[in-house]
């Protein structure tokens, strides 16, 4: 083997290595995001983000750090009122890191039980979505680029998403004028209707780019 093709070999090695670093560290970050949800750590959430991000949560997008800021310390809130509880389960991880190691794409499910005002009461609540996300390389950091939740059900434990698919869920409407989003949010349809989230990657077999197709009901 020539110096030239030894050179080739460990820069090979060397970028792999650099990829599976950077799928951990993109990991690490997500699952962090969701235990300082649990604990509604706004200041701590602000700081997992770009200052040029876009937040697609379920109520709008939001734009920008200061979008950011708006809904986590504004909407949500810093700390969890009494008798609040949000516990997310984060797993099922895809993620691909594009060429040069800067930016990435990850899609995750995440599962949550939580209690929260329905009608103007506590109530126990099942939830389930998707997140479809960017990120970017920063400093040497990963960070939030683009953060998109798409909702499947929030639903009463009593009740179960057959009965209620989505229950207690604020509107925008309902927020004062500097609180609310900057844009709609997504156009994307809960249970029973179950539109899919697109995939941001290909077939890992066929390399071909598999598009859903439409929902069968709603």
Known sequence: MTTEELEAKVKILEDRLRTLEDIEEIKQLQ?????????????????????????????????GKEGVKR???????????????????????????DEGGKT????????????????????????????????????????????????????????GWVKTPVAGLPQPSDLPEELRPDRPPAEFRPYPARDVVPFHYKHPITGKWVTPGPSKEG
């Open 71 to 97: 809904l986590f310390k504004g909407v949500y809130g810093g700390g969890l009122p009494p008798g609040h509880m949000g516990q997310h389960g984060i797993q099922q991880a895809v993620i691909n890191v």
């Open 104 to 159: 990435a794409k990850g899609r995750w499910r995440v599962v949550w039980c939580m209690a929260a005002p329905v009608d103007d009461k506590i109530a126990a609540l099942w939830g389930h979505g998707l997140y479809e996300n960017e990120y970017i390389k920063e400093n040497g950091k990963w960070l939030f680029k683009k953060f998109q939740c798409f909702l499947l059900y929030r639903t009463p434990y009593e009740d």
């Open 31 to 63: 699952r962090i995001y969701g235990y300082y949800l649990d604990n509604r750590m706004g200041d701590e959430i602000i700081d997992l983000f770009s200052d040029d991000t876009e937040l697609v949560d379920i109520g709008g997008v939001y734009l």
